[in-house]
């Protein structure tokens, strides 16, 4: 479920949906820029306005008044997913101590203590706050602690989405545009490893693995959420993984603490270690 490109998923040139305004506004971000709104046609913003954003509009509104410290994108996305979290739970079930209310308590119970959880944690009360008056203080608050767990889980699950896009040059990896955030279920089973197996990559907001080296059956499919082993230590892989991810990482190149490449190089035959000019490119004339 890509969320971040809702209500249109056959429009993959709408932009940044989450930061959309229905209407010219004056609202400002964070930032005082204007928000902006970009919709392939007159009939996705009609439906992006009576979906959710007539919600998310009031939210976003309530959110800025109180300059809660939040970028505007993520309290965006976060308040989305609140949104959708909370008419599926509906806030009498919530309360009643469910088994699926339990359920969803029980997870993370190690949190960190850290500024991203203070974040998400005053979006959770600002949106319940807004959301739920019909409730109590307390009931709120109870509320507020089930979607902070729902945000938590969204954020360890789930996948920044880029469009690359096509820069004949070396510079071509800076030309990645970032378009939004998703929770592909199955892609989120994959465990990191420093040493990943395969890549990802994304077409009109399909998200695609593909393997990178030859896999058997029977191995685990790996994927990496960020750090590579080559090009830096394990003490800095662990500390972006234990900040972003909140685990220490168990892979076999963290395990046996494998060397930096360039600490193998006196290693590796002189002829090897030239460096190789491929034009990435040919030109056509
Ligand atoms: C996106 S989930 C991956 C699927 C998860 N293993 C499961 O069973 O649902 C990410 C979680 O898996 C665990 N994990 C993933 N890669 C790991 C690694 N290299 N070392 C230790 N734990 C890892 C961590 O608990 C992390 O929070």
Request: hydrophobic content about 35%.
């Amino acid at each position: 479920m890509c969320l971040n490109l809702e209500p249109c998923p056959d429009c993959p040139w709408v932009r940044r949906t989450f930061s959309i305004h229905t209407r010219p506004t004056n609202i400002l971000n964070s930032r005082n820029e204007r928000l902006q709104a970009l919709y392939c046609s007159d009939e996705c913003r009609k439906g992006a306005w009576s979906g959710y954003h007539q919600l998310e509009c009031r939210m976003r509104r309530k959110y800025d008044l109180l300059k809660a410290p939040c970028d505007p994108d993520s309290s965006g996305s976060w308040t989305r997913i609140m949104i959708k979290a909370l008419s599926t739970l509906t806030p009498a079930a919530c309360l009643e101590n469910s088994p699926r209310v339990a359920e969803i308590l029980s997870l993370l119970p190690d949190v960190y203590d850290d500024e991203k959880l203070e974040r998400i944690r005053k979006l959770a009360k600002t949106i319940c706050a807004a959301c739920c008056e019909e409730l109590s203080a307390e009931q709120r608050e109870q509320l507020a602690k089930v979607c902070e767990r729902i945000l938590l889980v969204f954020q360890r699950n789930s996948y920044t989405i880029d469009e690359s896009h096509f820069v004949p040059s070396i510079d071509a990896f800076r030309s990645r545009e970032v378009i939004g955030r998703a929770m592909y279920p199955t892609v989120a089973l994959m465990n990191h490893s420093c040493d990943a197996n395969t890549t990802r990559v994304y077409h009109l907001g399909t998200q695609v693995v593909r393997a990178i080296r030859p896999i058997k059956k029977g191995e685990q499919i790996f994927s990496s959420y960020g750090p590579e082993y080559g090009g830096m230590p394990k003490s800095r892989r662990q500390a972006i993984l234990r900040k972003k991810f909140y685990f220490e990482c168990d892979c076999d190149s963290c395990d046996d603490d494998w060397p930096l490449i360039g600490s193998t190089m006196g290693q590796v035959p002189e002829f090897l270690r030239q460096p190789i000019h491929i034009p990435l490119l040919k030109e056509v004339n």
